[in-house]
């Protein structure tokens, strides 16, 4: 699927009502922390206001990388070597992906698999590049 520009407005529009529920990053971070025990002990002692801030940044950054923007693919490159500290392995950002899109399903009251095909799509990139550094250790493992 190709992102065009109206794509680009529908997720950010579905993004705004999402988050104008007042719930949607409880209901994510709630079902990611829950996910697995791993998940749990990352996020022990987090300051989950803080997070949340900087989890609704990078959603808006993801759409700059889709939109090929100056600069962007080196700021998700550094949130991939953030990442790549905690040791989180490449399969725990599918179900971070999976439990955001859940959430969005809970919270934006016009959701549908249009909607969920383009937020996967705009994420996808972004977590492409956040699994390369995940991937690449794996291989190496081998």
Avoid at 35 to 40: G, H, K, M, Q, T
Wanted: net charge negative; hydrophobic share 45%.
């Amino acid at each position: 699927m190709s992102i065009s520009e109206q794509d680009l407005v529908n997720f950010h529009e579905s993004l705004d009502r999402a988050s104008s529920s007042g719930k949607f990053m409880d209901v994510f971070y709630d079902g990611f922390i829950a996910s697995s025990i791993d998940v749990e002990m990352i996020f022990k002692d987090t300051d989950m206001d803080r997070l949340k801030r900087k989890l609704k940044s990078s959603l808006h950054m993801m759409t700059m990388l889709v939109d090929n923007e100056p600069g962007t693919e080196m700021y998700v490159g550094h949130l991939a070597r953030v990442h790549d500290r905690y040791n989180i392995p490449a399969e725990m950002f599918n179900v971070w992906m999976d439990l955001l899109i859940e959430a969005v399903r809970v919270c934006d009251q016009e959701f549908d698999v249009r909607t969920e095909n383009i937020w996967r799509e705009v994420i996808g990139r972004g977590i492409a590049i956040m699994t390369q550094g995940a991937d690449a250790k794996v291989i190496e493992a081998v």
